[in-house]
């Protein structure tokens, strides 16, 4: 079985780009992104393409033998410059890719979204994933999975900034203890694992299209059972 990983030079997408490799379930997977990915194997065939218009195309044709879709590809107002710019980005790409995806015949799309995630809300963040969150699932894949994690704990390549350096900071002190549940705050990896399970595990096409969708406090629950 092959995957299709997009935002593999993140947080969460490399994690979900290592555990893809280790698990036995995919025989090969396809990345598309400005740069090359730190994790590379006979299994991985990874697409460079700095100009973001053209990783549709790319998508469309290379998914075609995937079943699994995983999208982890996401930025923040601040490095977009600008609420449009973040929406076309946040919003935009991942819709797109969704689209393509769907076109390419992919059966299941995990997306990671965010706790807090609504359509409704006045905060640009949540209402922007919340919007994806529901535009993906009305692309009626056979199977969508939408991860909703915590803040996420880990090492960027990329850093978001000095708050969320200082939150990531003290978050960390309630990660896996009774103080967990004020935030769930989630290591990158422990999403990545979770997002590959979930993905991994069989299911049965039906009439309608299934969707599971795995908020914080769940997530944090899940990974403490592996």
């Known amino acids: 079985m092959s995957a299709f990983i997009l935002g593999s030079t993140g947080l969460v997408g490399l994690q979900i780009l290592k555990y893809a490799d280790k698990s036995t379930v995919y025989e090969k997977i396809t990345t598309v992104s400005r740069r090359i990915p730190s994790v590379a194997s006979s299994k991985i065939n990874s697409i460079e393409e700095a100009d973001s218009e053209k ?27 600008s609420a449009e710019n973040f929406r076309k980005i946040d919003y935009g790409i991942n819709y797109e890719a969704a689209k393509a995806a769907k076109r390419a015949g992919v059966e299941t799309f995990v997306l ?93 096409k039906g009439p309608e299209p299934l969707v599971k969708i795995v908020e914080a406090s769940e997530l944090t629950k899940l990974y403490g059972q592996l």
Do not use: C
């Not at 915590?150 to 309630?174: Q, W």
């Open 112 to 204: 990671i979204s965010t706790v807090g995630a609504n359509a409704k809300s006045w905060l640009l963040y949540l209402q922007v994933k919340g919007q994806l969150e529901n535009d993906i699932i009305d692309l009626k894949f056979p199977r969508t999975i939408i991860l909703r994690p915590g803040p996420l704990l880990g090492a960027r390549e990329k850093p978001k900034g000095l708050l969320n350096d200082i939150m990531v900071g003290v978050m960390k002190y309630t990660h896996g203890n009774f103080l967990s549940f004020i935030s769930n705050p989630i290591y990158g990896e422990e999403v990545a694992q979770i997002a590959v399970i979930l993905a991994s595990e069989g299911f049965t």
């Open 55 to 81: 990783w549709f195309d790319i998508i469309e044709k290379e998914a075609k033998d995937a079943k699994t879709f995983y999208s982890a590809f996401g930025t923040t107002r601040a490095n977009a410059g």
